[in-house]
């Protein structure tokens, strides 16, 4: 499962307590309620009135806590390019990371992505593995080196990225999560 | 703002073609509810591109663009068939202003105030899904990828016969990423935040039919205050906002029930229940596997309800039989396709079913049913105090002898639980785990059911001052 996606914004949607906000709308919704009371009382069927009426003002507080959360995320994420609202969203390496990348690989460029199984990390690797596919996505992932101009590395450290993919190209970027090794011989369409 | 007015322009295209359709049924003139027939156009709008386009792929005929031409062309023809259809829908959407110029001028500030606390909560969900990324993990990896492969004509065959993209659920049906490509496919570029545009109509069309809905046992400003209890509850908003396909299959789940509602009280039913029935069930199916189980009870409980409850029952049977037959060669051709490449199936990739044992699966539904009442319909950061009012509705349905209502709606949640929990058990993971992972949103997919059920129910108003109100416009 997911680890950290979304837990940023979960949060921001969590976060929001009792406020303010909940007196202000319990406020109004409770003026509506006795209003609608006052006017119709001979008319309603009392025991129905108030189950939907104890519905209604159960909700309140759960309705307000996620607005709140929903207000500032709005305010956070306003007039932010798409890049930018995935620094948000996600963790620094991976955004740096996702900008090298596009700045890096043209569209027409392929990539092949390996993942070390027996890093520590492992648990998320599938999931930034995913990621990194759909973030790459329409620049075309091969399923073998050979066919690739650029190959993208999760969690490898850089003695292990020397010994297993020191030949096959030039190492551009490294992180201990994130790496990218950019081919010898590109076939056509790569860009220089 | 270029790229806002596309989805615009793209949605409005979708209504149109779902219009036009209609239209062609409506030769007598606009009949039937306003509010419903937009909700009609709409889905059935979103069936036709959905299923069209993805045919289309199929067979490598598509450039995706052609449809917008083909589109256009249909709905220029329909409108030169039935320009007495779309001249009444035209004067009804003047009256709809007229209608709420009046209304503000007229009605009590309450009134107002819910109407203008409404459109603030609304306007936060449509200002969230327009300027954030899809943020959920299916929503991404799910459903976007397929619609981003999709805007760059990368999707075709060979995407579902590669295992690299065995995480996309490839088996999943198609309608959500193909709508989402349309949506943004004028645009050069893909962007999720246009894509999430389709969840902004949808939760609009859902607000309208359960406000329509609610319209029909409550008065304005009663109705009002229900809507907002009921549509902001924290597992439909968190659902419209994610970018999760459940939130369009709750759509599609409302507008079928609420149909359902009007037509078993149709003495003789009009031809628009079955351009409304083949929609929403073709849209079921193709919007989430679990759409195909809802569009078994909805007609399993639907026969059951005509055979039990209403007198003329053949001609009712015929419209509903029909329908869901209609659909399902709709659909079929998506199962075949899946069958016949083998796309794995994500719930039991990689394990035999039958290894789950007896005794196993007895505790895997324990946990799991524990798991659900406990965590999730009964948390009131979940859903509400929907789940609380549910057992007294149902006491009061039943001391009221109201038996008709708590079999139909009743009858098809509990049906649809009790599937979910079967699929929960019989799969080889910690029942807990994923229940808590998914169940809140296959909880609001279905709850239209129960929604409808509670609302019919909990109406207060003595009939004759409901009879008078109802009578009232908007």
Known sequence: MDTYTANTINQMLEQAHLNPGVIILSGIIIAVIVYYYILYRDNIDKVKYTLICLFIIFNIPAITSLFTGIIKVNTTFRGKSYLQSIDILETKDLYLFYSLLNKEISTTSTFFVAVNEECENNENNESYLHRIIYFLTPRKMVKSVQQADYIILIGYSRPEIFKLFSHTGELIYYSPLFSLIKRHSQPKGARA | MTDFLIGFFNMLLIVLAGFSLASWWLKDGLKIDKTLLFALSWVSGCVIIAITQFYLMLSGLLNISIIHGVLLLLIVISLYNNKTVYWAAMIEIKQYILTFRNFLRLHNSLQIILCVLILFFGFQILVFNAITPVWSYDGWLIWTIKAKLLHYNFLDIDFFKNKIYDFAKLDYPMLVPVLQAFITKLSPDFDERLAKFFFNMCFIIFGLILYNFIRNFF????????????????????????????????????????????????????????????????????????????????????????????????????????????????????????????????????????????????????????????????????????????????????????????????????????????????????????????????????????????????????????????????
């Open chain 2, 219 to 474: 008065d304005r400003l009663f109705s009002l205050l229900l809507l907002f209890a009921i549509l902001f509850s924290p597992f439909i908003v968190l659902n419209f906002i994610s970018g999760y396909a459940d939130a369009v299959l709750a759509k599609f789940y409302l507008f079928t029930i609420v149909v359902f509602y009007r037509f078993f009280n149709e003495k003789s039913p009009g031809l628009y229940y079955y351009i409304a029935f083949v929609t929403g069930f073709a849209g079921l199916m193709f919007s989430k596997n679990e759409g195909s189980i809802y569009v078994v009870g909805l007609v399993l409980f639907s026969l059951l309800y005509i055979r039990f409850y209403i007198d003329r029952k053949s001609q009712h049977i015929k419209y509903i039989i029909l329908s869901a037959v209609v659909a399902f060669l709709l659909y079929l051709p998506w199962v075949v396709f899946i069958k016949h490449f083998n796309i794995a199936n994500e719930v039991i990739s990689g394990t035999n079913i039958s290894l789950v044992s007896f005794t196993v699966f007895l505790s895997h539904f324990y946990m799991a049913a524990k798991t659900l009442i406990v965590n999730v319909m009964f948390d009131p950061q979940v859903s509400g105090a929907l789940f609380y009012l549910l057992p007294i509705t149902i006491y009061l349905a039943i001391q009221k002898n109201e038996f008709k209502n708590i079999f139909f709606f009743c009858g098809i949640f509990f049906f649809n639980l009790l599937l979910l929990l079967f699929v929960y058990a019989l799969t080889p993971f910690d029942p807990a785990l994923h229940v808590v992972s998914s169940a809140n949103r296959v909880l609001m997919s279905m709850s239209p059911a129960i929604i409808c059920f509670m609302i019919m129910t909990l109406s207060f108003r003595n009939n004759e001052l409901s009879e008078i109100e109802t009578a009232e416009t908007c």
